[in-house]
C-alpha cells in the first residue's frame, strides 16, 4: 500500500511512512527501529540531500543591517561600514534550520536541546539590496527534541526523483531503491582522491585557511572582490569575495556553500556583540 503525504513538512513518523515506498521498514513500536530512522535523517541532513528544520510561533527580534565597504587607505583592506539597523518586534510562524551540530544531539544522542540565541529562517527573504542582512534572534528561550522536527518533503522528492531518473538505475534495474540511496550516501560520505566531499566543518577550515592567504598576500586588493551585477556600487562586497574564492575551483568552496559559512559567521558576530 503506498502511503499518500500531503504535508509540506514531514515529522519524523511520517519520513517513515515516505521511506516506506522505496524499500525502506521501520516499526516504530520498537525503540531501536527510531534509532535507525534518526541515524538515516542524519546522514541525509549531513550529506546536504535534506535539510531538517523546526518550527517556531512567537515573537522574534528581526535586525535589518544596511552595510557598505570602503577601503582603508593605509592597509587597503576593506572596511565594513554600518549604515543603518532597524529592530523589530515580530510575531514569527515559520520553520527555522536546526544546526547541524545541535541535531547531532537530538538524533544521534537522543537528547532535547535549549536555543536561546539566533535562528536562521527557512525560505529566502526579501531584500531591498544587495548589501542588506537580516538576522532573527530568539526572545525567550525553546528547547527541541526529535518530536519538534521537520523535514522539507519536496526536498526527498528531489533526492528520490535524482536516483530514480539518474542512469545508474538504468542499468541496475534489478537494484533496490533503498540501496541505491544507501549508495548516493556513502559516496557522498567517502573522501576518495577524485570526489572529495567535505564535512561543514571542514569547509569552515578551508574557508579560513584561503582567506588567511588573501590577507597575507600583498598583491590582493579590495576591489578584486566586486560583482558584476548591475545593481553593484563598484565596491568590494562579501558576494564579491565568495564569487572571487569560488572561481578558485576548490573542492568544498562553491559559492553557495561560501555565501552559507559567511551567513552564519556574520549571525554569530551579531550575536557575539550583544555581549
Known amino acids: 500500500m503506498i502511503n499518500i503525504l500531503t504535508e509540506d513538512f514531514l515529522s519524523i513518523e511520517e519520513v517513515a511512512i515516505y521511506l516506506e515506498k522505496f524499500g525502506y521498514s521501520y516499526d ?99 531584500l531591498s539590496t544587495q548589501n542588506q542582512e537580516r538576522s532573527y534572534f530568539l526572545k525567550n528561550s525553546v528547547h527541541i527534541s526529535a518530536r519538534h522536527l521537520r523535514i522539507p518533503k519536496c526536498e526527498l522528492d528531489s533526492v528520490f526523483e535524482e ?12 537494484k533496490p531503491t533503498q540501496k541505491l540511496l544507501d549508495d548516493k550516501i556513502l559516496s ?14 571542514d569547509s569552515a577550515y578551508h574557508l579560513i585557511a584561503v582567506l588567511k592567504d588573501l590577507l597575507l598576500d600583498p598583491n590582493t586588493t579590495p576591489y ?25 575551483n576548490l573542492k568544498g568552496l562553491k559559492a553557495r556553500n561560501i555565501n552559507g559559512i559567511f551567513s552564519d559567521a556574520n549571525r554569530l558576530l551579531n550575536d557575539l556583540k550583544k555581549y
Open 224 to 248: 578584486m572582490f566586486r560583482t558584476d551585477n548591475q545593481k553593484s556600487t563598484n565596491q568590494p562586497t562579501q558576494a564579491g569575495l565568495a564569487e572571487h574564492i569560488a572561481a578558485m
Open 28 to 126: 516504530l513500536e520498537k525503540q531501536h527501529e527510531y534509532t535507525r530512522l534518526y541515524s538515516k535523517i542524519y546522514d541525509l541532513n549531513t550529506q546536504n540531500n535534506v535539510t531538517v528544520l523546526f518550527h517556531y510561533y512567537g515573537m522574534l527580534q528581526e535586525e535589518i543591517e544596511e552595510v557598505d565597504y570602503d577601503e582603508n587607505l593605509c592597509t587597503g583592506e576593506p572596511v565594513r561600514i554600518p549604515i543603518y539597523k532597524e529592530v523589530n518586534n515580530i510575531h514569527a510562524n515559520a520553520h527555522y534550520y536546526v544546526d547541524t551540530a545541535l541535531l547531532r544531539n537530538i538524533l544521534i544522542n537522543e537528547e532535547q536541546v535549549e536555543l536561546d540565541h539566533y535562528i536562521s529562517k527557512y525560505g529566502k527573504d526579501e
Open 188 to 201: 557522498h560520505a567517502e573522501h576518495s582522491e577524485n570526489d572529495e566531499v567535505f564535512h561543514p566543518k
Open 163 to 174: 536516483i530514480l531518473s539518474s542512469s545508474t538505475i538504468d542499468n541496475q534495474i534489478n
